[in-house]
């Protein structure tokens, strides 16, 4: 398996995505291609001590970088020896299984679109985060940003790729797929809401999907659901407030415990438990979210991501690699079409 790396995306590059691309080198035993500026990747290698690259370990020279101020529309065209769209086009050429990126969220979706392809008969691709939950592993939210404007029809083939995809790194025969929602009953929400889980709730009876209905914000961390559905608006929105209420009170416990000598105790009496919720918190662990709908695995690491986030990035592209979801997706498409009414 092979995994190209964007060696020049985020706000850490190149050193940080080259460290963590060797720790998922040795530790995963993948291939790794390293695409940017060759002189800026050999200066972080001696910078890392590294007098070699690792046999599995090879770089690809891309002479420009997509910058955050780019027009994701056009960046592709415009810069079309950036080490991210050299990355996209040698996923596209199969020369590389998957890719990782922590570069411009918007340049890579536009990129992956335009030269990765989207499977046929998929209307748009979704961005698929994991949220941390206590009970059943994480929920997978899609769409998380990808898709601001959505129609039912979006919303359906979101569920669809999503099922499939959790069906693999959850281990679950029938993962089970809500919509967020104002309130659980079928009558909430927006027209697209309504007619999103009229479409749902179809697809769960035919046996498609096992789909639970509707889901209040309030209660995703609980684990209701193994797949969340929305529109990319609502997704984001979600994603941003879970993550500021974690950071919030991950703050604010800090703080309780070193108030005084008999918190500071309490503090390392449940020091194991302290450490487990923050690897359950910390975003690292995961590394990116993968973006569903394209024909081959494209991995978005966050802009401020570190070795370990992008070594997780890797793992997670390995994962979707193994999982087939594409495969699965491109074999499922004529479930997910809606018919448009005659008149």
Do not use: W
């Not at 940017?36 to 200066?43: K, N, Q, T």
């Not at 955050?68 to 996923?91: F, H, I, N, Q, W």
């Not at 910390?282 to 570190?306: C, D, F, M, R, Y």
């Amino acid at each position: 398996m092979k995994i190209v790396v964007d060696a020049m995306g985020g706000d850490n590059a190149p050193l940080e995505i080259v460290k963590g691309a060797l720790m998922a080198a040795r530790e995963f035993d993948v291939e790794i291609t390293l695409v940017g500026r060759g002189e800026d990747i050999l200066r972080a290698l001696q910078e890392l001590g590294e007098e070699d690259l690792p046999s599995n370990v090879e770089i690809a020279g891309a002479s420009q970088v997509v910058e955050m101020e780019d027009d994701p529309a056009t960046v592709t065209r415009v810069k079309s020896d950036s080490s991210m769209t050299v990355g996209l086009k040698l996923l596209h050429d199969g020369k590389a299984d998957a890719m990782v990126s922590a570069g411009s969220t918007g340049a890579l979706l536009s990129g992956a679109t335009l030269v990765v392809k989207r499977i046929r008969g998929i209307r748009r691709a979704c961005l698929a985060p994991v949220i941390p939950t206590p009970t059943n592993g994480g929920t997978l939210l899609v769409d998380a940003g990808a898709n601001a404007e959505c129609t039912p029809e979006y919303l359906l083939q979101f569920a669809y790729m999503g099922s499939f995809y959790a069906k693999f790194f959850k281990g679950v025969d029938r993962p089970k797929v809500g919509l967020l929602n104002i309130g659980v009953e079928e009558t909430k929400g927006s027209g697209l809401y309504k007619e999103a889980h009229r479409l749902l709730k179809e697809a769960g009876e035919e046996g498609r999907i096992n789909f639970i209905g509707n889901v209040e914000a309030r209660d995703v961390l609980e684990g209701l659901c193994d797949v969340l559905v929305a529109d990319g608006f609502a997704g984001n929105v979600l994603l941003k407030s879970i993550e500021g209420t974690g950071i919030f009170f991950m703050g604010e416990m800090k703080s309780m415990f070193k108030r005084s000598a008999m918190t500071k105790m309490a503090a390392l009496i449940l020091k194991d438990d302290l450490k487990r919720l923050k690897k359950m918190m910390n975003s690292e662990e995961v590394g990116g979210t993968v973006l569903l709908g394209v024909q081959k695995p494209v991995i978005k690491a966050h802009g401020s991501s570190k070795a370990y986030a992008i070594r997780s990035a890797v793992k997670q592209a390995m994962t979707a690699v193994e999982s087939a979801v594409t495969k699965t997706i491109a074999e499922n498409v004529e479930y997910m079409k809606v018919e448009k009414a005659e008149g």
